[in-house]
């Protein structure tokens, strides 16, 4: 997904499965930064800030698991250690150098790259194409980060965490688990 917005107003947006014609795509979306700056009508010189909707910095939770699961088993320690090397070196780490990305696929540029909070960015998606003014906003999925769950208030043009459920919780991870179960 990319989102070019200018002075607050969303200028163009577009989901990069639209262009690749693979549903959920989960690759870098240069096709969709190619078509907001086209439609914006600017090259990426013209962008000031760029921003990626997780910090993947944020892995203390998977740390954690793969040494409870240490007191456990040895052999489901050596399997969350492996899965979690791969998943950090190719998911987490790529995500690093998505500036870096940008800058070779597009040209250069200065902007400034901001890493924000997944669940964050979920209620500020909701929030402000909202006709509200103020708003509590629930936000839940399978994880962001190290939270599934956060309580917010958004009010003018900020939104507030106010509570945020963490991992384990997740009604995210249960529902994909009871509809993978049941064969979905």
């Known amino acids: 997904m990319a989102t ?5 107003e969303i200028i163009a947006a ?3 499965e639209r ?3 693979v549903k959920h795509h989960s690759g870098f979306p240069y096709e969709a930064v190619q078509y907001c700056l086209e439609e914006a009508g600017i090259q990426i010189a013209g962008v000031a800030h760029a921003a990626l909707y997780w910090k993947p910095w944020v892995l203390r939770h998977k740390a954690m698991q793969a040494l409870k699961s240490a007191l456990i088993s040895r052999d489901m320690f050596r399997a969350r250690v492996d899965r979690g090397v791969s998943q950090v070196s190719e998911s987490y780490l790529g ?11 597009f040209g250069p540029s200065d902007f400034k790259f901001h890493f924000l909070e997944h669940h964050q960015c ?7 194409v909202s006709p509200f003014e103020r708003a509590a906003i ?7 980060e ?17 509570k945020r459920i963490k991992l384990p919780h997740s009604l995210g991870q249960f529902y994909s688990a009871v509809t993978n179960f049941l064969g979905f």
């Open 138 to 144: 629930l936000t839940m999925d399978g994880t962001g």
């Open 122 to 128: 979920h209620a500020a998606s909701a929030f402000f």
């Open 146 to 162: 190290d939270t599934t769950t956060m309580f917010s208030v958004g009010e003018g043009r900020r939104v507030r965490p106010v």
């Open 19 to 21: 262009f690749s014609r």
């Open 95 to 105: 995500m690093l150098r998505h500036p870096q990305r940008l800058r070779q696929h």
């Open 4 to 8: 070019l917005i200018k002075d607050g």
């Open 14 to 16: 577009a989901e990069e």
